[in-house]
Nanobody, 115 residues
Framework: QVQLVESGGGLVQPGGSLRLSCAAS????????MGWYRQAPGKERELVARKTSIGRTNYADSVKGRFTISRDNAKNTVYLQMNSLKPEDTAVYYC?????????WGQGTQVTVSS
């Protein structure tokens, strides 16, 4: 069983920055990909960014150039640096981990971009 705990969400003005963190704990053998998804009210959950254990990275087109995902494999932690935030980035952000073929989710952290 793997637990994911997110932190770093909050309220920020347009153009501001936030950094999300997600730490995995539990009986961890091998985590392949770790990433971030988000879900805005009335919308489906969507991929924001994802990084594999060997460094392959995917970003949603809407965040390219503004968001950066990074990982500390030794700490089983993934980060999401979000810059130039826009009101449309407002959502609940969920951490995701692929552990030996099974997907785990964090509880979510709210990000609100508003003036």
């Amino acid at each position: 069983q793997v637990q994911l705990v997110e932190s770093g969400g909050g309220l920020v003005q347009p153009g501001g920055s936030l950094r999300l963190s997600c730490a995995a704990s539990g009986r961890i053998f091998s985590i392949n990909a770790m990433g971030w998804y988000r879900q805005a009210p009335g919308k489906e959950r969507e991929l924001v960014a994802r990084k594999t254990s060997i460094g392959r990275t995917n970003y949603a087109d809407s965040v390219k150039g503004r968001f950066t995902i990074s990982r500390d494999n030794a700490k089983n932690t993934v980060y999401l640096q979000m810059n130039s935030l826009k009101p449309e980035d407002t959502a609940v952000y969920y951490c995701n981990a692929d552990h030996v073929g099974r997907f785990y989710w964090g509880q979510g952290t709210q990000v609100t971009v508003s003036s």
